[in-house]
Each structure stands twice: as C-alpha cells, then as structure tokens.
C-alpha cells in the first residue's frame, strides 16, 4: 500500500523513478496496444538468454519474479505428489516470504532455519540437516543478497552444498539484487547453470531493483532445459505484458540510466554508513539496495516514530531483534533520513 507524502523507504524499490527510455517506449507501444504481445515477449526472450549467456530454453519469464516463485514451489509440489513423496520448503529466518507464503498456501509445510547468531548468515549445517531429515522432496529457497539482511553467503560454501546435494534437494537461488554486489567473491548461480553443475538448481532475477520497474512486472528464471520446461507448465501462459516488455528492452539498452541507477544506490549507501559510522550504530555490509542496522531499543517503536516523523521503514523481521531494514532510496531522499536520525539521536532514541 503506498502512502501519500510519506517518505517510503520500506519496499525496496527504486524511487530514482523508470528511465526515460522506458517511459518513451511505453507511449510508442500503446498504438499496438490490441494485439498480442507475442513479438516483444520473444524479444525479450532472447534479450534475457543473451545477458545470461544461456539458450531460450533456459528462460522462463515471470509476472515479477514472484511469479517465478510460485511456479518453482508449485511443479515441485507436483512432481513429489506424482512420485509418492512428501514436499517442503526450507527456508532461512528471515528472508523474503514469498516461497514460504505460496507453500503455505498449498498445505505445504516450511521449516524456518533462524540465520546466525554472530553475522546473520545463512546456518548451513541447520538447513542442510532439515532436508536430510526428511523423508521427500525439499526446496531450499536462498535469497542471495538476502533480503532483510543485505548480506550474501559465502561463494564456496554454497557452490559445494549445490554441488554435493542429493537428488531430491533443490535450490531456488533469488538473485533479485545482485547486480548490487561489489565483493569480488561473488559468483551468480547462473554460472552454475551453464557448468551443469547440478540440475536442480534454479535462478530468479528481476527488473524490479535495479531497473526501476517494479510496477512493470518483469521478472524470470533460468534453470537447465528440461527444468525449465517443467517450470513453464506452472507459468500463466502469455504472462508478459506489452509494456512491461517494452519498458525491460529498452532500460536494458540504456546503459547510461543502468550507470547512474548502481551510482545512485552505491552513494546513497555511503551516505547511510557514514551516518550510521558517526553514530555507532551497527550495520551489515550492503550489497543491495538496502541496509540493515541497528536501532537500539525496541524497532516497532523507531518505526512508529519514524511514520510520525514522515519516513516509512522496516518492518520487524523477528527473530532477529534491534535491526531495521532501510532502502537506500536517492541520495535526497537519504539527506531527509539522516537529517530525522540524528535528530532521533539528540532525543536519545537511536
Ligand atoms: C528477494 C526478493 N525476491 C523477489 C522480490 C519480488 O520481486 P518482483 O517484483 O520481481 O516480483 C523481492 C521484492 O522485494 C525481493 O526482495
């Protein structure tokens, strides 16, 4: 739901605003508006496989890359109903809900795998241990950055845990900042796919972030071939709309505005550790769009204030305490921010 006059910094979406391109290609394409979007859903198609350095057949195209969510829970829950087996979806806690709100929504059961203690990274031996323990098929869904924390799993240690996992273990890696990470280490779960390194592992990314086309609703998956067919039999058939389509080729092309969008963020994010470094305020290295930090004392209580005060941030992402998530919004945006903690902190609340 968005407020009117309220500053929101709570969704992590993009408030630079669509690019001009997008805009313009938009209003080009409403004279076609009546037709079937079949060319420009091809375009994009190829567009996607060619970035990715995949084939078509690897590509999977979501209405927002929650569709894409929905779809791999779903053929998953039927492949194991198929086979006999039981299904459920491990999921590190917190993260992005949508895996486990759409096997909760299918009768399915989640099993939540609270993050560390020390750095709030992901706890391998738990997760790992949940699916072994099970008797069936289990999907572990990995947000990489993960999504409240900004943080992503270390390169090796999930490179071999995909490649080591049996076969009745399957990874959905959301991938849907990561054309935020600055650390070298990094390596996309898209490379693992073109090494054939296992067959159950599916990638999902979006023009939601960086892009700025979260009303858009472009987002996909790439996963092997075959996955991939398997995945499709659960998308809604022609879920690409027209401008949505047209708005991702043309920000694609438009390597100025992709340019000035990761610029943007990266010095909204120094703005935000600078404030936060001066007042001691603890915070986990970003690697997305976003920023989680400290706030000491109760966080329902810094969001409420921070509504009244004309910001909307957080929400609480129990069981993790004394952290609130912020999206690095413009750098103006940022300046009004930090011009309401530190007032925040003259009262003593932060
Ligand atoms: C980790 C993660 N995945 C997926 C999404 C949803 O993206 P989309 O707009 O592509 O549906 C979000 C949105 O905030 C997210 O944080």
Known sequence: ????NLLELNSNENSLGMSDSAKQAILDSLDIGFRYPDDQRAAL??????????TESQVSLGNGSSENIRAVVQMLQTKALKDGNQFQVVVPDPTFAYAELYALSLGE???KVPLTAENYDLDFDNLQKAADEFDGISLFYLCNPNNPTATITATHKLKAWINNAPANHYFLLDQAYSEYI?????????????????ANLVVIRTFSKLCALAAMRIGYAIASPQTTASIEAF?????T?????VAVLATLDDEEF???SLRTTNQSRQMIEETLGELGLRYLPSQANFIFHEVTGDVKTYIDRMREHGIVVGREFPPIEGFSRLTLGTPDEMAVFIKVLKLFREKGWV
């Not at 198609?45 to 995949?54: D, L, R």
């Not at 600055?182 to 296992?198: A, M, R």
């Not at 709309?241 to 389509?245: R, Y």
């Open 235 to 239: 998308m809604s058939i022609d879920n």
């Open 1 to 4: 739901m968005h407020t009117h």
């Open 109 to 111: 059961s989640v099993v």
């Open 258 to 260: 992709l340019a000035h």
């Open 182 to 198: 600055t650390d070298p280490s990094f390596e996309s779960g898209v490379e693992w796919i073109k090494q054939e390194l296992s």
């Open 45 to 54: 198609i190829s567009k996607i496989a060619e970035i990715n350095g995949v």
């Open 241 to 245: 709309n027209l401008s949505g389509a």
